[in-house]
């Protein structure tokens, strides 16, 4: 029995974590907001909802307390916010709020720093554990993105996963920072990846894909580590 921990999951990839990665008997505690539908879905899988404000110092004291000292195999922080007239055809970095900025950098990077610190010590108690940061290919060099502070949370990201890999090594946890480019999150899990494909004419990736790769390698072997996968569409010429 796996015991799986899903930030941001009440829709689009988060849900798709959350239906998609437990197996009967498996529990999975899903981190967000708004109520996830994923609740509702009798599978043999336990689901238990932590409503959770991260841009809110205090979330990552008030996800461990719900734990309750319970062990964690995989964590996924999938968590990505971005500015609000971003990747528009009108977005105008110069007229960014600067407290929009200061929230998207605390949602982004500081309050991954924040709960994997807190859930560490739940994730040791696993014979083989697993960190997955959900980053973007809007966060490697040269994808001519001009959101600056969400590109900059997305580089950070990678950053905390490099470092928080050297720290976690000695405990035998794998880090695995995932940048995926433009995903299909609009279509539900459950409708499957060829309506995604189809709906977006193959341009953007189908939820699914990105559960099969975080499938595959939470099942390897302790000796690999996957350090990073960067996963755009296949006719995205800027990634």
Known sequence: MKHFIVFGASKGLGDAFAKGLPEPGDKVWIVSRSRP???????????????????????SGQITAALQGER???????????ESSGFSADYDFEQDDPQEIANLIHVNVTSPILCIQQLLPHLKKSEKANIFLIG?????????????????????????????????????????????????????????????VSAYGGTRIPVQDIVSLVKCIA???????????????MTDTNA
């Open 37 to 59: 539908r994923s609740l509702e879905r009798e599978d043999g899988v336990q689901r238990c909802w932590i409503e959770a404000d991260l841009s809110d110092d205090a979330a």
């Open 72 to 82: 964690l195999d995989v964590l996924i922080y999938n968590v990505g916010i971005w």
């Open 136 to 196: 973007s290919s809007a966060g490697l060099e040269n994808t001519n993105n001009s959101q600056v502070s969400f590109v900059a949370s997305k580089f950070g990201l990678r950053g905390i996963s490099h470092s928080l890999r050297e720290h976690a090594r000695k405990y035998g946890i794998g880090v695995t920072c995932i940048n995926p480019g433009e995903l299909a999150a609009e279509v539900p899990y459950e409708a499957g990846a060829d309506t995604a």
């Open 219 to 233: 099942s390897l072997s302790k000796v690999s580590c996957v350090k990073e996968i960067d996963i755009p569409a």
